[in-house]
């Protein structure tokens, strides 16, 4: 079978794309878009848009980005054939004919599914039968009950060279061979790969067996075995228990990955279906893509001994280059010298959801992790600190997830050795003769915003802070996009740039400074686009073009809360004096002078900023 991009460009156009996702999550008209809840992650304010003429859809919470059948692949779990089948027969189209070898290939295949479908229920009979005792014996001093080792499909290979091979002799050894359950030996007849052992089969996402992992029984080495690399399985981009995790992690809101099988059945049959193990390796990139399909912060809950800490910090590492906004890892630490298994056993469903639920982020794993590498009692060894953690943040790919890596890092190494910043304090607090003039002139802004009220200036420093900081739009998108900015020229400049941004965000998922000047000009806003990238004169942080881009995106954010804020206030103090005059009380009286203060407070620490920034450009000045 031939999937030409004819076809599924054909295939796309012919799915209305908000009728397919509409069925799942409620849309709303948002523009030309629809926009609702992202069902990718937990939110409660709709930053989900989906555009039929473009035919794709986008979150800005989690980034989440596809078409129709990246939709049935991240979201219902489809693998890409199925879902291009689905989509197929929902849009009246027929599946392009197999070519001779595709077809020959996918007969072949279903022959080997076949057989390992037949040695797993061979499997299963023996575990039942008198040669079995062993193994539920096994199973029993492990806690498995009978109906879990029912459901997992779990199985008995005798210790024999040749009773598998024996039950499936109509398949012949060539096909056993290609499917891992004989072992070929040269000069030597064919013999059972698995013996003596307790059998699990692996499953792909659809469940069918794939693959086993055999438990020994008694002593002996390897205490696990895997089925080799074949047609139907590869180890490094399978994951145990994914076709039964899968829908319970949708159902859950979390996935969790843990280092084996046992694992992953005591955990189910305490109740948490959503887990997952990796094959004796350690996870791996399509791994990683695998989990991330199913959820955006998987939960990493390896053991508690020091191979386990390891190889949740390898994962981590492999972790780096793949992040993107919204995605990400989290870790549970388990006592010391004890598995999943271990803890539910010794204290049920409540202990293991103990530790699922204080779990550590990436950021605090990779921290904690560097700083106990080595001593840090000289500059030189907190130079090398910072050098890992540069290189650590610099390995990111996505250029917004390594800004806010190398932040979030210098923000720790700043806490945790810089000398602590003294606390601003207001002009009227501070004792008299303690406060000085800046060396810096203060601006004609400074000045005129004390007098016409925040809304015309802090529209305009906020709109020129955006351009400068473009990354910021996405975080704001929300809050300003609803926000009434008033009837001036820089209030419907600031609702029309996001128009225009939200369609280019939508397509590029990156927004720079040029490529926002260059839209805001072509949509006739040249004359304001170039006095706003003329704001060094602006008393903001925000606005000038150079500085700490750190101290710049806080700053930003405290100006974009404080005109949030002020309408409100502003409403709130008009209806309270409104009542007072109405009917005079106490309450009402209280409720005024509140109000008063809380409007004093948002001029403070407006105040604040401006008064910050002229501090820090005049001891810039006198650096100089």
């Not at 027929?94 to 076949?114: T, W």
Request: glycine share 8%; proline share 5%.
């Amino acid at each position: 079978m031939t999937l030409t991009p004819q076809f599924l460009d054909e295939l796309r156009a012919r799915t209305s794309l908000t009728a397919l996702i509409g069925k799942t999550v409620k849309l709303q008209k948002a523009g030309r878009e629809m926009r609702g809840c992202c069902p990718f992650h937990n939110e409660k304010t709709p930053s989900f848009y989906v555009n039929d003429d473009k035919s794709f859809y986008h979150c800005f919470g989690c980034s989440a980005h596809g078409d129709a059948i990246r939709w049935m692949t991240d979201q219902r779990g489809l693998p890409f054939i199925d879902a291009v089948k689905e989509l197929a027969q929902a849009a009246g189209m027929e599946m392009p004919a197999m070519d001779r070898r595709a077809a020959e290939k996918a007969e072949r295949a279903k022959g080997l599914h076949e057989a390992m479908a037949d040695a797993a229920t061979w499997f299963t009979d023996q575990l039942n039968g008198l040669d079995g005792t062993p193994a539920r014996t096994l199973l029993d001093r492990r806690g498995i009950r009978p109906e879990t080792a029912r459901n997992f499909g779990m199985g008995f290979a005798p210790d024999s060279r040749g009773k598998l091979k024996t039950a499936l002799a109509d398949y012949g050894d060539a096909m056993l061979i290609e499917t891992g359950m004989l072992i070929s030996v040269e000069g030597k007849e064919p013999y059972d790969r698995f013996r003596g052992r307790l059998m699990i089969p692996i499953r792909d996402a659809r469940g069918r067996t794939i693959a086993f992992g055999g438990r020994i029984i008694g002593e002996g080495e390897p205490k696990y075995l895997n089925s080799p690399d074949t047609p139907l399985f590869d180890k490094g981009r399978t994951l145990y228990n994914l076709n039964r995790a899968a829908p319970a992690s949708r159902k859950a809101g979390r996935v969790i990955v843990v280092e084996g099988y046992m694992d992953v059945i005591a955990l189910a049959q305490a109740g948490i279906g959503e887990a997952v193990a990796p094959l004796g390796t350690a996870l791996t990139e399509a791994q990683l893509e695998r989990l991330w399909r199913l959820n955006d912060v998987p939960i990493l809950c390896f053991d508690g001994d020091s191979a386990g800490q390891k190889a949740a910090l390898r994962a981590a590492h492999r972790a780096l280059p793949m992040l993107a906004p919204g995605r990400s890892l989290a870790f549970a630490t388990l006592p010391p010298g004890q598995d999943p298994d271990d803890l539910v056993r010794a204290g049920g469903l409540p202990a293991i959801e103990a530790v699922l639920g204080a779990t550590d982020p990436l950021v605090e794993r990779l921290w904690a992790s560097e700083f106990a590498a080595a001593a840090l009692d000289t500059p030189e060894q907190r130079a090398g600190l910072k050098q890992r953690l540069a290189e650590l943040a610099g390995g990111i790919a996505d250029a917004s997830v390594r800004t806010e890596y190398q932040h979030e890092f210098r923000r720790r190494f700043d806490e945790q050795f810089a000398p602590k910043r003294r606390a601003f304090v207001p002009f009227d607090r501070r004792p008299k003769g303690q406060w000085k003039p800046p060396l810096a002139p203060v601006t004609a802004d400074a000045k005129e915003f004390r007098a016409s009220g925040i809304d015309r200036v802090l529209a305009k420093a906020v709109l020129a802070g955006l351009i400068r900081h473009p990354a910021e739009i996405a975080r704001h998108m929300e809050v300003l996009g609803s926000l009434q900015l008033g009837g001036d020229t820089y209030g419907g400049a600031l609702g029309r740039l996001f128009e225009a941004v939200i369609d280019v965000a939508l397509e590029d998922q990156a927004v720079d400074s040029a490529r926002l000047v260059t839209i805001l000009t072509k949509s006739g806003f040249d004359t304001v686009a170039t006095e706003l990238l003329r704001a060094d004169t602006m008393p903001y942080s925000f606005t000038q073009s150079a500085g700490d881009p750190e101290r710049a995106r806080n700053d930003l954010d405290e100006a974009i809360s404080i005109m949030v804020a002020r309408p409100e206030v502003d409403l709130a103090l008009a209806n309270a004096t409104r009542a007072m005059q109405a009917h005079f009380t106490d309450d009402a009286f209280e409720r005024q002078v509140a109000l008063v203060k809380e409007k004093q407070a948002l001029e403070d620490r407006l105040a604040n900023l401006v008064q910050a920034n002229e501090d820090a450009r005049a001891f810039g000045s006198e650096g100089n």
